[in-house]
């Protein structure tokens, strides 16, 4: 009989300094009552309107296996990275992977956005040894892009994303998956934790090239 396994979350945090001074405290993985304590600021609007995906958020930090990591002042939350299991209805989920956790959305408001604030928040997370127990994708896709606010062509911005996910370590893999394939810009991006067995490592691999003699 297979053991189910333990999903352990070890808190940690870290001051961050805007560059016009003003003090943030990143901080995670946090329970769904401090997620509540923190609105989210009204430039947070990538995904659906702010108090919509406050409500997810709250939602999200109480599940078994998630892992939200926030970025707030005193009264709101300015950015926030989330961690969970692939949504049921898409294809990452087909494996029934216990050890794979999909890098579902990292949010900073547009005023915040210079400073490495991005990079920040995922060092925060991956500060928890027990990250290194499970295989951390994140698929980028193009249409999701703050193209218009940032004036950032879609290469440029490409390239500025795999920066902030590469100081995490997730990786360009290569991947046959249909919606990935679809436009040249997007991407699928990776971390194997150290921790990992070899037959997780193959079962995601079969996951991403389901036509595996493509590559």
């Given at each position: 009989?297979?053991v189910?396994m333990k999903?352990?979350?070890q808190?940690?945090?870290m001051?961050?300094?805007?560059?016009?001074?003003?003090e943030l405290?990143?901080?995670?993985?946090?329970?769904?009552e401090?997620?509540?304590r923190?609105p989210?600021?009204?430039e947070?609007?990538?995904?659906?309107?702010p108090?919509k995906q406050?409500?997810?958020l709250i939602?999200?930090a109480?599940f078994?296996?998630a892992r939200?990591?926030l970025?707030?002042?005193?009264?709101?939350t300015v950015?926030?990275?989330?961690f969970?299991?692939?949504d049921?209805l898409?294809s990452?989920?087909?494996g029934?992977?216990e050890?794979?956790?999909?890098?579902?959305?990292?949010?900073i408001?547009?005023?915040?956005?210079?400073?490495g604030?991005?990079?920040a928040l995922?060092?925060v997370a991956f500060m928890?040894p027990?990250?290194?127990n499970?295989?951390?994708?994140?698929t980028?896709?193009?249409w999701h892009?703050?193209?218009?606010?940032?004036g950032?062509?879609v290469?440029?911005y490409?390239?500025?994303m795999e920066?902030?996910?590469n100081?995490?370590?997730?990786?360009?893999m290569?991947?046959?998956?249909?919606e990935?394939?679809s436009?040249?810009?997007?991407a699928?991006m990776v971390?194997?934790?150290?921790?990992?067995p070899q037959?997780?490592?193959?079962a995601?691999?079969?996951?991403r090239?389901?036509?595996?003699?493509?590559y």
């Open positions: 009989m297979k189910k999903h352990v979350k808190y940690h945090s001051p961050f300094v805007t560059p016009n001074g003003e405290l990143i901080e995670g993985p946090v329970p769904p401090t997620v509540a923190y989210l600021h009204e947070c609007d990538a995904f659906r309107i108090e406050h409500q997810a939602e999200i109480g078994e296996e939200i990591i970025a707030h002042n005193e009264t709101v950015g926030y990275v989330t969970l299991y692939p049921p898409e990452w989920s087909d029934h992977m050890d794979l956790l999909e890098l579902g959305a990292i949010e408001a547009p005023a915040y956005r210079k400073g604030l991005a990079k995922l060092k928890d027990h990250m290194e499970y295989i951390v994708f994140t980028e896709y193009c892009w703050d193209l218009k606010r940032t950032l062509s290469w440029e490409r390239k500025v920066k902030v996910m100081s995490a370590g997730l990786e360009w290569a991947t046959d998956d249909p990935i394939c436009h040249p810009a997007n699928l971390r194997i934790g150290k921790q990992v037959s997780s490592i193959e995601f691999d079969r996951l090239l389901r036509r595996r003699y493509m």
